[in-house]
């Protein structure tokens, strides 16, 4: 039987809530940036002398053109970002090669992860890596090539190294999931600067715990930390290794029902990030990445996923897998969009109205002062009007007085002749 619930076309994935959100508010500011560039180049062409705005409203819209230039630059480089914590050789670099459905990542005997790794798609279809000491692009051709530029590198524990992966095989990278791989948390003293340095900007974390155990006070703590850094931060715990007890059925549903327990416990309880234990149910996981990752590459090479060499209640597992990664992606891509997008939509907003109203000012004091100047006009043509009535009338008046003086001279004449 064919278990791989088809992969899910791009329209379908829930990260696309985050992928058009992303589109829709780039879209918005570039139609910001416009009428603020508009307004304020129309302000600078006001004369100095004109009285119609003031220094203050200038430096207003001015300060916007700088404001909205900065967010667009941080709202294109916006991506959601998922971290993966646990124990050494719990399987964390196993678990994010097998969402990437490829082996990028080093992992196993001989490599342990010394520094933080950053995994994000490329822009060029090359893959490559900058480390934190240099600005230099290293090329990766393989992960073996990968671990030796991680090993041969001189970095403290809470060093970051991007990698930069082509997207074409790796959905999560196209739609702009970044991943980051940690040092295993029982090895570093550094955790308050691993939260600083890496964490505040996560929106989901992953701790991937080991099945054959029960949570360790280590991992406890390091989310203790974390969530009095963060309000409420999203945690999901993936039981790694449950392949492992397929070798004891017989104990298998006990061994499940405890660890879910005290995980659950974890959560609502101590951790206090989950309000319900069924909500807190839905973020835990009993899968085996090593399992997943393997299916996945032979896949990919159009092998079956199950060759049939894989231990019992290999399906269950997958599917497993498949489910975390469903709700992960549910969770990350709405917790992103708010986290990122709803700040920026108020200022958005703010910016936007605060530029109409200097505008709005404006314009009424540019249609005070042509009231004015029309009123002048009116008064002028007034003026004007009793000039020429005055002329007329001066005019009909000499007429007159010319006639009666023409009138006068005629009667004199005549009488004259007539004496
Ligand atoms: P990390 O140190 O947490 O990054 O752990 P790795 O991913 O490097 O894994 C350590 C070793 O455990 C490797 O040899 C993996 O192949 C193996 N491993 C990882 N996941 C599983 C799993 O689910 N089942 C089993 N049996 N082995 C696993």
């Known amino acids: 039987a064919n278990l791989s619930i088809s992969p899910t076309t791009a329209s379908q994935s829930p990260l696309q809530i985050f992928v058009r959100a992303k589109k829709r508010i780039n879209d918005i500011y570039s139609e910001i940036e416009t009428y603020v560039n508009d307004s304020c180049k129309f302000i600078l ?3 100095d002398d004109s009285d119609l705005i003031t220094k203050e409203e200038l430096l207003i819209v001015n300060g916007h053109v700088e404001k909205v230039k900065g967010i667009k630059e941080v709202l294109s480089r916006d991506h959601m970002k998922v971290a993966f914590f646990g124990r050494t050789s719990n399987g964390k670099s ?8 490829e082996r990028i990542l080093p992992s196993g005997i001989g490599h342990t992860t010394n520094c933080f790794i950053q995994v994000e798609g490329s822009d060029n279809g090359e893959s490559y890596l900058i480390s934190e000491d240099s600005s230099e692009r290293k090329n990766v051709k393989s992960v073996s090539q990968l671990a030796h530029s991680l090993c041969t590198g001189s970095l403290g524990d809470s060093a970051l190294v991007r990698v930069y992966w082509p997207t074409d095989k790796c959905p999560l990278l196209r739609d702009d999931v970044v991943l980051v791989d940690s040092p295993g948390i029982d090895v570093s003293p550094n955790l308050d600067s691993w939260i600083d340095k890496h964490c505040l900007d996560a929106d989901v ?9 029960t949570l360790m006070l280590t991992e406890k703590n390091f989310f203790f930390k974390v969530s009095a850094r963060l309000s409420k931060p999203n945690v999901f715990v993936l039981n790694n290794r449950w392949d492992a007890s397929a070798s004891e059925p017989e104990f298998l549903e006990e061994v499940r029902g405890q660890h879910l327990l005290r995980t659950v416990d974890f959560l609502v309880n101590e951790l206090k990030v989950c309000s319900t234990r069924s909500e807190a149910e839905q973020r835990v996981f009993f899968v085996s990445a090593k399992e997943v990752l393997q299916a996945r590459i032979n896949e990919f090479k159009g092998l079956p996923i199950n060759t049939g060499m894989v231990a019992d209640g290999f399906n269950g597992r997958y599917f497993e897998f498949q489910d975390f990664e469903r709700k992960f992606e549910e969770c990350i891509s709405k917790s992103a969009v708010r986290t990122k997008f709803d700040q920026h939509t108020k200022r958005g907003k703010a910016i936007v109205g605060d530029t109409r109203n200097v505008m709005e000012v404006l314009l009424e004091r540019a249609s005070a002062k042509r009231a004015i100047k029309s009123q002048n006009r009116r008064e002028v043509l007034d003026h004007l009007d009793f000039t020429e009535k005055q002329l007329q009338l001066v005019t009909v008046e000499m007429k007159d007085k010319i006639c009666k003086m023409v009138e006068e001279v005629e009667h004199k004449v005549s009488k004259a002749l007539s004496d």
């Open 45 to 47: 062409g006001i004369p």
């Open 205 to 213: 974390f992953v701790l991937v715990a080991n099945s054959e155990s």
């Open 94 to 101: 196993t678990v994010i090669n097998s969402m990437l459905r």
